[in-house]
């Protein structure tokens, strides 16, 4: 098990910052790597970025060069840095995390992650 808690979403105005923590508890997840996937009301949770445990990153299109994603593997936290935010970011974000022997290995995919948040409201305002 990996136990995983998402925690710095609020109400922010649109084009404001936030940065979202994912910190994981009882283990290490130097072996995992993680993802962040959000969903918005009445919509389908989507894939927003991933990060291997070596620190390659990947990101949708809707949120390349806005949003961050690193992790500190001693601190067993990853975090999403938000900037430039829009309406339509508005979403449940989730943190999860899957198991791999490759430290250059992400995930796009929900069914790749086996751990799951418990997800952290972010609502950005006009």
């Known amino acids: 098990q990996v136990p995983l808690v998402e925690s710095g979403g609020g109400l922010v105005q649109a084009g404001d910052s936030l940065r979202l923590s994912c910190a994981a508890s009882g283990r290490t997840f130097s072996n995992y790597a993680m993802g962040w996937f959000r969903q918005a009301p009445g919509k389908e949770r989507e894939f927003v970025g991933a990060?291997?445990?070596?620190?390659?990153?990947t990101y949708s299109d809707s949120v390349k060069g806005r949003l961050t994603i690193s992790r500190d593997n001693a601190k067993n936290t990853m975090y999403l840095q938000m900037n430039s935010l829009k309406p339509e970011d508005t979403a449940v974000y989730y943190c999860a995390a899957g198991w791999t022997a490759y430290r250059d290995n992400y995930y796009d995919t929900e069914r790749s992650y086996a751990y799951w948040g418990q997800g952290t409201q972010v609502t950005v305002s006009s």
């Open positions: 990060i291997s445990w070596s620190g390659r990153t």
